[in-house]
């Protein structure tokens, strides 16, 4: 992406701030993009952005138009899976793939594209200052950028006896419940031979380990190369607990399924957004998580 690219912005999850949506819309215009609103971005159905027809027929038609070259999601929520159904998985599938943005709900897209064989973008919506630094980092990966993503490395939690770095695959994943509830669903993410990326906000540590326990009961975590668990924002639960948090669930979990465990990558619901491609390799060495090759839509 460069300046002049086209932006379709859809709506497929909750239903939009106008104020907040407009100062983003106007701060990608400030930058040079040439940015389009989906037909029924101001509609609304209950807390989502328009009924689940709506949103689908919005988001196929972003997706399939051959004239733009990206498609930023106004914000997350909850209400993406409900319109997966809805796609024409086959039609998507003919169209050239391009840049996806987006993240929280948008986890559910990413799945899917990515099962699809499209290069997907975990990153800022557009319910933001795109001027900021979490804007500017963002419009650099996806515009074709490499190198260092983050600025320190992750600790290394949880050890397997088979790990040898450094680990390049590529990635998949997104918000920890958005994900679970894609499990036996049509939309269930394969993470054989990828990392895991999972992040979580205002879930306390038993909803947490509830959810990390139903991924090695059904097999996922085992699967993984490795999980890296980006953040857990406003996760904590009983203060006579302090003791024992989100870290400390999720490294149990990661330890009963014999998988390596990564943590502290700021990705996801924290202020720092750091913006990851999903379903492209990353590489993984002494903590440092590196885009060796500018991810593009394949």
Same mark, same amino acid.
């Given at each position: 992406?460069?300046?002049?690219?086209?932006?379709?912005?859809?709506a497929?999850?909750?239903?939009?701030?106008?104020e907040?949506?407009?100062?983003?819309?106007?701060?990608?215009?400030?930058l040079?993009f040439?940015?389009?609103?989906?037909?029924?971005?101001?509609?609304?159905?209950?807390?989502?952005?328009?009924?689940?027809e709506?949103?689908?027929?919005?988001?196929?038609?972003?997706?399939?138009?051959?004239?733009?070259?990206?498609?930023?999601?106004?914000?997350?929520?909850?209400?993406?899976?409900r319109?997966?159904?809805?796609?024409d998985?086959?039609?998507?599938?003919?169209?050239?793939?391009?840049?996806?943005?987006?993240?929280?709900?948008?986890?559910?897209?990413?799945?899917?594209?990515?099962?699809?064989?499209?290069?997907?973008?975990?990153?800022?919506?557009?319910?933001?200052d795109?001027?900021?630094?979490?804007? #500017?980092?963002?419009?650099?990966?996806?515009?074709?950028?490499?190198?260092?993503?983050g600025?320190?490395?992750?600790?290394?939690?949880?050890?397997?006896?088979?790990?040898?770095?450094?680990?390049?695959?590529p990635?998949?994943?997104?918000?920890?419940?958005?994900?679970?509830?894609?499990?036996?669903?049509?939309?269930?993410?394969?993470v054989r031979?990828?990392?895991?990326?999972?992040?979580?906000?205002?879930?306390?540590?038993?909803?947490?380990?509830?959810?990390?326990?139903?991924l090695?009961?059904?097999?996922?975590?085992?699967?993984?190369?490795? #999980?890296?668990?980006?953040?857990a924002?406003r996760?904590?639960g009983?203060?006579?607990?302090?003791?024992?948090?989100?870290?400390d669930?999720?490294?149990?979990?990661?330890?009963?399924?014999?998988?390596?465990?990564?943590?502290?990558?700021?990705?996801?619901?924290?202020?720092?957004?750091?913006?990851?491609?999903?379903?492209?390799?990353?590489?993984?060495?002494?903590?440092?998580?590196?885009?060796?090759?500018?991810?593009?839509?394949?």
């Open positions: 992406m460069t300046r002049g690219s086209r932006i379709r912005v859809v497929p999850a909750g239903r939009v701030n106008r907040r949506l407009e100062q983003g819309v106007l701060g990608l215009q400030g040079g040439e940015v389009s609103l989906a037909e029924h971005i101001w509609h609304s159905a209950g807390y989502l952005a328009g009924t689940d709506m949103r689908a027929r919005d988001l196929e038609e972003a997706l399939v138009d051959e004239s733009l070259d990206a498609v930023f999601l106004a914000r997350g929520g909850w209400g993406t899976l319109a997966l159904p809805l796609l998985a086959e039609r998507i599938a003919r169209a050239t793939p391009k840049v996806v943005l987006g993240y929280s709900d948008i986890t559910a897209l990413h799945g899917f594209l990515n099962g699809l064989g499209w290069v997907t973008f975990h990153g800022p919506v557009v319910e933001m795109w001027k900021s630094e979490n804007g #500017i980092e963002a419009l650099r990966i996806v515009g074709g950028g490499s190198g260092f993503i600025d320190s490395p992750m600790e290394h939690l949880w050890q397997s006896q088979d790990f040898s770095g450094p680990l390049t695959t990635w998949v994943g997104g918000n920890l419940s958005v994900f679970c509830a894609s499990l036996k669903t049509p939309f269930e993410v394969d031979d990828k990392v895991l990326y999972l992040e979580e906000v205002q879930e306390p540590p038993y909803r947490i380990d509830r959810m990390m326990t139903q090695r009961l059904a097999g996922v975590l085992s699967q993984a190369c490795a #999980i890296v668990f980006g953040e924002i996760c904590q009983d203060p006579e607990l302090a003791d024992y948090g989100p870290r669930v999720v490294m149990e979990q990661c330890r009963r399924a014999g998988v390596d465990l990564f943590w502290g990558l700021p990705a996801g619901h924290g202020v720092k957004k750091l913006t990851l491609p999903l379903g492209w390799p990353l590489s993984i060495e002494d903590g440092w998580v590196r885009l060796t090759e500018a991810a593009v839509g394949s």
